[in-house]
């Protein structure tokens, strides 16, 4: 099969390999989309958590091409259409026998630190595949984002009529968004660089207000200020969702007194933020992380299955596993909002 190959940091080529053989409780999966997002970018420079050799790629669609042996679900069969929830772990460590298997101590995932979606065929554990009905290929590269953001909304715990700021327009904030309003947030403020991102933010409904920042740095920190002027108080709940450091550094002057402030994105591993902590003693801050997801995919998948969160449209751009250079490229131009690479 063909697949995009790491090496080593930044040092892939596209190469012909084996179809990987698979145990007995696991399923073998043809790829049709593999969704490329920040995290993949993060691999590629040997961030994140990756391992390498490796081929990368965790937001997984495709079809069933063949059962373990030991495989006995009802649900799943040869022939059908199924998505890939990529996070593994070992059940026995510290964490893990204490109820918290995202922090676990051996955690693996697939595109991550094993093998994952970029190439033509895939191998999953058989209770981490999950069945597709209404949503097509493309569409269903988002729900790995999708299961993230439910992940998101359960650390963040809002109660009804939460006003919320999301800093950042990429899939997982359009989400996250949506799934917030759907929850019982009063308010949605997305505030984030303009161009197509915000634009199909604007398409989906996702916010009742969106702050555009222009990419020129002259006017940028009068309009980061304008956030302030307009909305004095702050908010309940802000979610630094751009993975950049610079953002992240400001974001805690929108909070609300007693309010939360989440942080979401995906950084350099140099990444720092420099806090007054007076501020947040005397404000009563709540700082927490949110990182990928565990047991969400069933909930993930059915609100996009449903329609309740829309994500029509939001796949701009697609390229094929030869092109995955390219696809990277336009991943850093910031001219997409989400790409998918697929077989050919």
């Given at each position: 099969m063909q697949a995009v190959y790491y090496h080593g940091i930044r040092n892939?080529?596209?190469?012909?390999?084996?179809v990987p053989r698979i145990g007995d409780h696991e399923i073998l999966i043809k790829v049709s989309a593999c969704g490329i997002c920040g995290t993949d970018h993060h691999i590629s420079e040997g961030e994140f958590i990756a391992k390498?050799?490796?081929i990368p790629g965790h937001e997984i669609v495709g079809t069933i091409a063949k059962l373990g042996k030991d495989v006995k679900s009802s649900?799943?069969?040869?022939?059908?259409?199924?998505?890939?929830?990529?996070?593994?772990?070992?059940?026995?460590?510290?964490?893990?026998?204490?109820?918290?298997?995202?922090?676990?101590?051996?955690?693996?995932?697939?595109?991550?630190?094993?093998?994952?979606?970029?190439?033509e065929y895939a191998v999953a554990r058989a209770n981490?595949?999950?069945?597709l009905s209404n949503l097509t290929d493309e569409e269903a590269t988002l729900i790995e984002p999708a299961a993230c953001a439910v992940h998101g909304v359960d650390k963040l715990a809002l109660p009804v009529g939460a006003e919320v700021l999301i800093l950042g327009a990429g899939p997982t904030g359009l989400i996250l968004g949506q799934l917030l309003k759907l929850n019982g947030a009063s308010r949605i403020v997305i505030a984030a660089n303009k161009g197509v991102k915000t634009e199909i933010a604007r398409q989906l409904e996702v916010a009742d207000d969106y702050?555009?920042?222009?990419?020129?740095?002259?006017?940028?920190d009068a309009q980061w200020a304008s956030i302030k002027e307009k909305y004095p108080y702050g908010f309940d709940a802000v979610i630094e969702?751009?993975?950049?450091?610079?953002?992240?550094?400001?974001?805690?002057?929108?909070?609300?007194?007693?309010?939360?402030?989440?942080?979401?994105?995906?950084?350099?591993?140099?990444?720092?933020?420099?806090?007054s902590l007076p501020y947040i003693f005397s404000n009563e801050i709540k700082i927490i992380g949110s990182f990928a997801q565990m047991n969400c995919f069933p909930r993930a998948l059915a609100y996009l299955d449903s329609g309740k969160v829309?994500?029509?449209?939001?796949v701009t751009?697609?390229?094929?596993?030869?092109?995955?250079?390219?696809?990277?490229?336009k991943l850093t131009s910031r001219t997409a909002l989400k790409i998918v690479v697929k077989p050919a």
């Open positions: 892939f080529e596209i190469l012909q390999t084996e390498f050799p490796l649900e799943l069969q040869v022939g059908d259409r199924c998505v890939i929830d990529p996070s593994l772990t070992c059940e026995t460590c510290f964490y893990c026998r204490r109820g918290k298997p995202l922090l676990c101590e051996n955690y693996e995932g697939l595109g991550c630190t094993m093998h994952g979606g970029f190439a981490k595949v999950y069945k702050i555009e920042i222009e990419r020129d740095s002259g006017v940028q969702a751009t993975g950049s450091e610079k953002i992240a550094n400001l974001s805690i002057q929108y909070v609300r007194r007693g309010g939360t402030l989440m942080v979401y994105g995906v950084y350099a591993n140099d990444a720092l933020v420099h806090w829309k994500v029509k449209g939001m751009d697609a390229f094929t596993i030869k092109e995955y250079q390219q696809a990277l490229e």
